[in-house]
């Protein structure tokens, strides 16, 4: 599966933004698929993930009860919804798709083998 990453962009604090990530090649809904971030300096971090079949979703507890990850079966995209943005939630964000890891791999980022670009995200207080 090939991924396309868009939609980020620069608010203030308190902002929202919405990331999708356009699959091509495969149906996303035969794989997991997460959103992992990078800020400068520092290592890339998991985000949110949605579970293949089931949709069993996880959060970093970060941006729990603020951002929201889901998934579009007809558009084959998975999206970002990040509400109540914070100066700290700047970084680069990444999808990132795989179909075979198990339950306690998926909050891994080495345990993904399709990755999009990344789109910058940056939020000014």
């Known amino acids: 599966v090939q991924l396309q990453a868009s939609g980020g962009g620069s608010v203030q604090t308190g902002g929202s933004l919405r990331l999708s990530c356009a699959a091509s090649g495969r149906a996303f809904r035969d794989y997991n698929g997460a959103w992992f971030r990078q800020a400068p300096g520092k290592e890339r971090e998991f985000v949110a993930a949605?579970?293949?079949?089931?949709?069993?979703?996880y959060y970093a507890d970060s941006v729990k009860g603020r951002f929201t990850i889901s998934r579009d079966s007809v558009k084959n995209t998975l999206y970002l919804q990040m509400n109540n943005l914070r100066p700290e939630d700047t970084a680069v964000y990444y999808c990132?798709?795989?179909?075979?890891?198990?339950?306690?791999?998926?909050?891994?980022?080495?345990?993904?083998?399709?990755w999009g670009q990344g789109t910058q995200v940056t939020v000014s207080s």
């Open positions: 949605i579970r293949r079949g089931s949709g069993f979703l």
């Open positions: 990132a798709a795989d179909e075979t890891l198990i339950t306690s791999q998926i909050r891994f980022a080495s345990a993904y083998d399709a």
